[in-house]
């Protein structure tokens, strides 16, 4: 294979793996939109039965349960991806994978609390600010998803390549099989929570320095902090980044009789409660602008940008993450679609987010942007001549316009993968028995002799064969109209949704000629 080939090859497998991880995700993210409008305090002042006690009961059981899978993407990452990557028994290689974390974490966890180096949590504030983050139970150093997706790869890369040793001296033979990959993780996986330790806090003091320079930088630094909370978000660093301005002297102070507030939150709260004047202090909390109204414009883009056939499922997939973000302000869901994949997207993502954070100090805006129906109870409540509101929704509707512009041009521009953009996405029921030539399939790919191993993502078969001169490729093609991709010993078919019961049922049926033949 070339080596453009074999880079572009290893990014597209990234790439899938990546996706595989957050299949569920639109699920968990159309819960969690509907669990925030239950239990929304500023929706219910608006619509009364909201306030009764039982649906506020169900809408916070709902979006803390969701949250449960936003707050731990970690794991997520680390089981998804080890699991895509196995080359069998994908079971195996997923439980592996969550050993290691297990064993990641708690292998960061004992060298902090050895060093007494344990952060402290704060009350109300909890562990945010400190580098330090607890999941699953274990305190440890926050990586965000960053050491989840190293961990998965690596476990995938490891289980393929040592689940099938065998040992010949008898007493040894109970370390082959998937018991070897699980050693040889465990390891990798105590040295990494070791190393996470010395490595990470120095990045992040780091960007605690470089917000100290953010504050006395201006507008510049306004811009700096916008772009850095959007791209960091990965890392978990963006923690560090807005944590010091919203709660502590960095974000502004407010004296008020004996009372003291400290940090852009509880000025602007304080200002807000005793009808003060908002201050510019608030400007630190505009994190919350592209959260509530830049999504929409994202999510119109890859929707537009979608083939025309697959756009009512891209929307059907987005819109709930969309809304997700803007009620909730939780954006994890929709931004590991495209942050690994498209990186050219993210960084506009986060200079389109800077930018506007400038724009909203410029046109002297001091209104509320967390949280679509929270911040519009607030302004309403606050007053115009307190918040100024309106330049606040018009730079809004500028800022859903920028985002669809924008992110069109790059998405058509550069042919950038994002959702719905796969070749034609088919409709048709191959997953019914009897209603798709199986045996056929299996012929055009040169028999069961020929096929190494099977897999799928969302939209395509992946088939990997010993001899790529047995496939019938015109016969393939018969198969699949939707689309036929082989690169040397590899074939790609496209079956759309349908994808994953295409895979089961070859898989069933190689499994029984297996048999048959035995």
């Avoid at 999941?135 to 099938?164: A, K, P, R, S």
Wanted: hydrophobic share 50%; net charge neutral; charged share 10%.
């Amino acid at each position: 294979m070339k080596p453009k080939e074999s880079v572009l090859s290893t990014l597209e497998k990234f790439s899938t793996a990546m996706l595989a991880a957050l299949s569920c995700l639109p699920v968990a993210g159309l819960l969690l939109a509907l669990g925030a409008l239950l239990a929304s305090a500023g929706l219910g002042s608006f619509i009364p039965v909201l306030r009764w006690e039982p649906l506020v009961l169900l809408g916070n059981l709902v979006y803390n349960g969701m949250m449960a899978i936003v707050q731990n993407l970690g794991v997520l990452f680390c089981v998804g991806v080890a699991a895509f990557l196995a080359r069998k028994d994908k079971h195996q290689a997923a439980l592996i994978a969550f050993l290691s974390y297990l064993v990641f974490l708690t292998a960061g966890h004992t060298v902090l609390e050895q060093l007494g180096q344990l952060a402290e949590a704060a009350p109300g504030l909890g562990l945010y600010g400190t580098g330090q983050a607890t999941v699953l139970g274990i305190q440890t150093v926050d990586m965000g998803v960053t050491g989840g997706v190293i961990l998965g790869f690596l476990t995938g890369w490891v289980y393929n390549h040592t689940c099938e040793t065998v040992f010949r001296p008898a007493p040894l033979r109970i370390y082959g099989g998937a018991r070897l990959p699980f050693l040889c993780m465990a390891g990798l996986s105590l040295a990494l929570g070791f190393a996470s330790c010395f490595v990470w806090p120095p990045v992040q003091q780091a960007v605690n320095r470089l917000a100290q320079w953010i504050a006395a930088a201006g507008d510049g630094g306004l811009f700096l902090y916008g772009f850095l909370e959007r791209v960091l978000i990965p890392t978990g660093l963006h923690h560090l980044v807005y944590m010091p301005f919203q709660f502590t002297s960095l974000g502004g102070t407010l004296t008020v009789g004996d009372q003291v507030y400290a940090g852009a939150y509880p000025v602007v709260m304080a200002q807000y409660s005793l009808g003060l004047p908002i201050s510019d202090s608030i400007r630190w909390m505009y994190t919350g602008f592209t959260k509530t109204f830049g999504y929409f414009g994202i999510a119109g883009a890859m929707i537009f940008c979608a083939r025309p056939e697959n756009r009512r499922r891209t929307a059907a997939m987005l819109m709930p993450l969309v809304l997700t973000a803007s009620l909730a302000s939780v954006t994890e869901p929709i931004d590991f679609l495209f942050c690994f994949l498209s990186p050219v997207l993210w960084l506009a993502h986060g200079a389109i987010a800077g930018l506007f954070m400038v724009l909203l100090d410029w046109f002297g805006v001091t209104g509320f942007t967390g949280g679509l129906f929270t911040s519009l109870a607030m302004n309403l409540s606050a007053g115009a001549e307190r918040t100024h509101y309106p330049m606040l929704y018009l730079l809004a509707a500028a800022e859903i316009l920028v985002y669809f512009g924008v992110f069109t041009l790059l998405i058509r521009g550069l042919h950038l993968r994002t959702p719905g953009r796969e070749t034609h996405i088919t409709t048709a029921p191959v997953n019914q028995e009897g209603s798709f030539p199986y045996q056929a399939l299996l012929g055009a790919l040169g028999g069961r002799e020929n096929i190494l191993r099977v897999d799928n993502c969302f939209t395509r078969l992946r088939v990997w064969v010993e001899d790529a001169a047995l496939l019938n490729q015109p016969l393939l093609r018969d198969l699949t109209p939707d689309g036929i991709y082989c690169q040397g010993r590899e074939v790609q078919l496209v079956f759309g949704v349908d994808a994953v019961q295409v895979r089961r049922q070859l898989e069933e049926l190689l499994a029984q000629n297996a048999l048959s033949t035995s």
